[in-house]
């Protein structure tokens, strides 16, 4: 079955600390990853999008990696903000048909106190 | 900044009510979508079209209609709102070549609805 999990549930840090969310899937045929934030109340927004081929992508302080050997992807926030505090979402899509279907997993709400 | 929005933001209605979502797009994408989102949970996947006059539904069922007559405009529609639709509803679109491709997807705000 086609799973895309991740950990925390859920995360309290301060201001100007780093932090690392995980995403394990289980999805087959791979396609890409993407982690996409989800302020409350609002749509989610893409932050990054990851190919097979890929390992580390960075986009401002967001740095996702990939190891798709294991199945694993991490997304680090670098000296966070208060206006990271956000739902962040991780979706695997597979290239089992052209159009590719996505699988979403629950996501990590991140809170960054000051 | 994606040009996709949807209209009502928040919306409180009666049960029996019937109710009709609006999403538009702005950047000529022929996919497009609606998802279902309750709190703390992941998104899934009700209905999707391909372009005009396609619709198909998604993964979960749902009891609500769409409709592609403008390949802008994707309307998602309730005949008969009941509590248990209470949930946020997300459009979103991208260019035709799909998600395998690599291409964005572009998410609206949400529409929060609640059935009393």
């Known amino acids: 079955k086609n799973q895309v999990e991740q950990s925390p549930q859920s995360l309290i840090i301060l201001e100007g600390k780093n932090c690392t969310l995980q995403?394990?899937?289980?999805?087959?045929?791979?396609?890409?990853l993407r982690w996409y934030k989800q302020d409350t109340g609002r749509g989610p927004v893409s932050l990054t999008i990851m190919t097979f081929s890929e390992n580390t992508k960075s986009n401002g302080r967001y740095t996702a990696t990939l190891d798709a050997d294991t199945k694993q992807s991490s997304l680090h926030i670098t000296a966070s903000q208060l206006s990271d505090s956000a739902s962040y979402i991780c979706v695997v899509i597979d290239r089992g048909s052209t159009l590719g279907r996505l699988y979403f997993g629950r996501g990590t709400q991140l809170t960054v106190w000051p | 900044e994606a040009d996709i929005y949807q209209t009502p933001r928040y919306l409180v209605i009666g049960t029996g009510k019937k109710i009709t979502l609006e999403c538009s797009q702005t950047?000529?994408?022929?996919?497009m979508y609606w998802y279902q989102q309750d709190p703390g949970m992941e998104l899934h996947l009700i209905h999707y079209?391909?372009?005009?006059?396609?619709?198909e539904k998604g993964d979960l069922s749902s009891e609500s209609t769409v409709s592609r007559i403008r390949t802008e405009h994707f309307p998602l529609t309730l005949e008969s709102a009941r509590p248990s639709h209470t949930s946020q509803y997300l459009c979103?679109?991208?260019?035709?070549?799909?998600?395998?491709?690599?291409?964005?997807?572009?998410f609206g705000e949400g529409s929060w609805l609640t059935v009393v």
């Open positions: 979103a679109s991208e260019a035709l070549g799909g998600a395998g491709t690599g291409n964005t997807i572009y």
């Open positions: 950047m000529g994408h022929d996919k």
């Open positions: 079209s391909y372009g005009v006059n396609s619709t």
């Open positions: 995403c394990n899937y289980t999805v087959s045929p791979f396609s890409n």
